[in-house]
């Protein structure tokens, strides 16, 4: 108790820093280990104590990785140590009981939950509502990211209405598509991109009659058992709104994350501001909103929301009739119109959504170059 009293007092300015509040705030500086966004964003920091410049911190997360206790250790000293912090603990515990809604089994749900084998980063696109253009957005994000050669695939969840195989010209997939001799689905390839969807295995069972579990059981078989390449993003198409489905998918498998595509309309962005809640329940870090169909329905709201919830904003999407046909017609418009006003839209939310995840946008020096997304460590 001595030398600690010693150190709070020959550090007494410093320590006249340490509150609270401070530490908070210092911590708003400190980044999840491999990803872009710190941990109080994240609703990580669940207590801070302070007493005589020793600082407890209890953050509250779930990880498979074995490493991420002792960097958050350095990370968080190094941050509070020039506030005068003498001795920083950091106490890791699970995530709070604020999604219990949501988890409905008495045992933990994420017990059984995997991390896709060969896929780097999972990531959900989901929406408040259907209609707002979600699938569009993950067809096109996933497109882009794969322009600027992310290895990329793409997961159509959306059981109750799944578009991908329209929206990306591959709609005779059930006929096509075919299984290892270990029962995985062999995902099929359109504009570059392998892709599943589960309208290649519904025939015509309606799955909008499945009960809760059943609906649980069949998402979790699926997001499980595809054969998928190395993949740096697996995109995956949720339904709409906050119900079954994004549970059981985010308690399927581990999600890097999330994004939130709204539009312009009050009423879309409070139903978006819905998904956002539940996915920070669900403990998915949500790495940006997209407003889509800018333009005739207003504009802004995106970016007001966005502020609201504290979540970064990365972009919006204008609305553009010619997209409507190109959905149709299975072209989408990064792949026939990428440099139209629409086409570059997705290319920046690209690469916004890819930047927490560690990828960083650098413009090409030589003007003939196009720019392109880098791992910081293959620079
Ligand atoms: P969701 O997946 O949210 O239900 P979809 O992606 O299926 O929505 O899109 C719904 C409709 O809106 C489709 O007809 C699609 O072509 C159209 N659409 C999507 N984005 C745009 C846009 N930016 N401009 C014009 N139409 C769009």
Redesign the pocket.
Known sequence: MGSATRAADDGNVEAGHLTDATIRETLRGVHYPGLTRDLVSFGMVKHVAVCDGRVKVRLGLRTEDATIPSKLQAAVENALRPLGATSVAIEIVPPDGGGVPFRRTAADPWADQVRLASVRHTVAVG?G???????????NVALALAREGLRVGLLDA?IY?P?LPI?LGIEDGAARVRMTPEKLILPLESHGLPLVSFGFFLGEQSPAIWRGPMVSKAVKQFARGVAWPDLDVLVV?LP?GTGDIPLSLAQAVALSGAVV?SQPPRVASAEARKAIDMFRTLEVPVLGIVE???GPFGAGTGRTLSHDVGVPFLGA????????????LGTPTVVVRPESE?GRAFGAVARGFAEPLGWRYEPAADLSLSPALHRPEER
């Open positions: 929406a509502k259907g209609g707002v253009g979600k699938s569009t957005v993950a067809a959306d209405g578009s929206l198409d709409p595509v889509n169909m800018t999407i204008p609305f553009d009739p010619e997209v409507v046909r190109e959905c149709d629409v």
